[in-house]
T-cell receptor, first 117, second 115 residues
């Protein structure tokens, strides 16, 4: 069964400093992994996606994530935080298929990123 | 493309009332999904559809119904609203391309309060 754990419910950084949002997953085979961002009162936007190609995945807005199978981790990083990065971030694992097709997504509980001046 | 659109954005219902949450996508995606998001939790799948005329239950289907008469539309129906259905509802769509895991694209959400 697939599952995902986001290790921090809240992260606070200063503008211009690095961001690290941690995610560990559990799956039986080879999962696909996603990071989504949700700005206040908005829908979810895809940041980046890993699907068994390069282990270092680059996404939008300067974010990237590294798939580490030995550590079952998929941490999200950004070298320099911007005020506009303040949002909630969800790590998502997809390995299982739904009956009839489509992918079953399992969401983490989210990490709220606060960026201070 | 507008992507995935949802209406209404906000709604307050009384216990026992019914309503339909609308979802439309203009990307010609065959898969569509309904999720709910409760405070401090990730999204939970309510129902999904793999194509027009085909729907199936997700993790938390009780109290909801869906239909899929066209590729574009996937409405979610609440028949007898209960306070436990207070949540934010997201619709999503995706398309399978070869053997690659499809990416789900989400609408902006409907915030529903049942009093």
């Amino acid at each position: 069964a697939q599952s995902v754990t986001q290790l921090d419910s809240h992260v606070s950084v200063s503008e211009g400093t690095p961001v690290l949002l941690r995610c560990n997953y559990s799956s039986s085979y080879s999962p696909s992994l996603f990071w989504y961002v949700q700005h206040p009162n908005k829908g979810l936007q895809l940041l980046l996606k890993y699907t068994s190609a390069a282990t270092l995945v680059k996404g939008i807005n300067g974010f990237e994530a590294e798939f580490k199978k030995s550590e079952t981790s998929f941490h999200l990083t950004k070298p320099s935080a911007h005020m506009s990065d303040a949002a909630e971030y969800f790590c998502v694992v997809s390995e299982e298929e739904l009956t009839g097709g489509g992918n079953k997504l399992t969401f983490g509980t989210g990490t709220q990123l606060k960026v201070e001046l | 493309n507008a992507g995935v659109t949802q209406t209404p954005k906000f709604r307050i219902l009384k216990i026992g009332q019914s309503m339909t949450l609308q979802c439309t996508q203009d990307m010609n995606h065959n898969y569509m999904y309904w999720y709910r998001q409760d405070p401090g939790m990730g999204l939970k799948l309510i129902y999904y559809s793999v194509g027009a005329g085909i729907t199936d239950k997700g993790e938390v289907p009780n109290g909801y119904n869906v239909s899929r008469s066209t590729t574009e539309d996937f409405p979610l129906r609440l028949e007898l609203a209960a306070p436990s259905q207070t949540s934010v509802y997201f619709c999503a769509s995706s398309i399978r391309q070869g053997g690659i895991t499809d990416t789900q694209y989400f609408g902006p959400g409907t915030r529903l309060t049942v009093l």
